[in-house]
């Protein structure tokens, strides 16, 4: 019989050390394209492991949540006027009177700036910000100077050229 080593069957993985090669089921749309985007080369180049899945799956979640609200904000507006209606009635007649008084915010912007502020924390403990790859090239090349060998292929991941060095 086979160990069971304690994660779901159907999700395999290179080695346990990885994050999984399939995005977990319950991410859905844009955050589970987002999640198959960056997992080879945020696994590959050793900056993420099955320990950060948490943390990625929470990245990716956020831009769903920034995209969709985005969606909702282009549909209605960033505010709505709003009415207050009187009923009056006396006797057997009813009688409205409606009036406008003020204007809201649409709740998708509130929604929107939430996830943006998330997702640029998780951005940048994942290295995935401007600034945090700045930090991780200036490390990667102090290293280098030290005589220490950097990360595989860091730097050209940053800066953009791929995984192939």
Excluded at 7 to 36: M, S, T, V
Excluded at 84 to 101: A, F
């Amino acid at each position: 019989m086979a160990k069971n080593s304690g994660r779901r069957p159907g999700r395999p993985r290179k080695n346990e050390n990885e994050l999984p090669i399939k995005p977990p089921k319950y991410l859905k749309g844009e955050a589970y394209n987002l999640f198959r985007r960056l997992r080879d080369p945020l696994t590959e180049n050793k900056l993420l492991n099955n320990l950060d899945q948490s943390l990625l799956e929470s990245f990716c979640m956020q831009y769903q949540i920034i995209r969709e609200s985005y969606a909702v904000i282009a549909e209605f507006g960033p505010v709505k006027a709003t009415t207050e209606v009187t009923i009056i009635d006396k006797g057997n007649s009813v009688k409205k009177i409606i009036k406008e008084t003020d204007f809201d915010k649409n709740p998708a912007v509130t929604a929107l700036g939430n996830a943006t502020k998330e997702f640029r924390q998780i951005a940048d403990q994942l290295g995935l910000s401007p600034k945090s790859r700045e930090e991780i090239l200036k490390s990667a090349k102090s290293d280098d100077e030290d005589g220490n060998k950097p990360k595989s292929n860091i730097i050209s991941l940053i800066k953009g050229s791929g995984t192939d060095g």
